[in-house]
Nanobody, 120 residues
Framework: QVQLVESGGGLVQAGGSLRLSCAASGRTFRFSPMGWFRQPPGKEREFVSAITWTGNIYYADSVKGRFTISRDNAGNTVYLQMNSLKPEDTAVYYC??????????????WGQGIQVTVSS
């Protein structure tokens, strides 16, 4: 059973930081892309960031300069460092992995999501 589990979410004030982690089990994603989507309340799910196994990195315009994506060498974990958080970053964040590519990043596997709330 392949599973992706997010952690590190929570409540933070505007301007603060959070670091999300997503741990994979059941298989390695060593040679697959991994990334993050988010779904703000009342809105559709949107792309946030992705990183390929070769090191190519993609960011949504809304998070460029504030968020940083990274991964371990074995493809077991993907991270999202979120700095200078804004209230509009409030969303359920989902990690994904396996195949996929720009612009839609239709990953094969998804986590259950984790809440990030940024207060003003």
């Amino acid at each position: 059973q392949v599973q992706l589990v997010e952690s590190g979410g929570g409540l933070v004030q505007a301007g603060g930081s959070l670091r999300l982690s997503c741990a994979a089990s059941g298989r390695t994603f060593r040679f697959s892309p991994m990334g993050w989507f988010r779904q703000p309340p009342g809105k559709e799910r949107e792309f946030v960031s992705a990183i390929t196994w070769t090191g190519n990195i993609y960011y949504a315009d809304s998070v460029k300069g504030r968020f940083t994506i990274s991964r371990d060498n074995a493809g077991n974990t993907v991270y999202l460092q979120m700095n200078s958080l804004k209230p509009e970053d409030t969303a359920v964040y989902y990690c994904g992995a396996g195949r996929g590519g720009p612009p839609n990043w239709d990953f094969d596997y998804w986590g259950q999501g984790i809440q990030v709330t940024v207060s003003s």
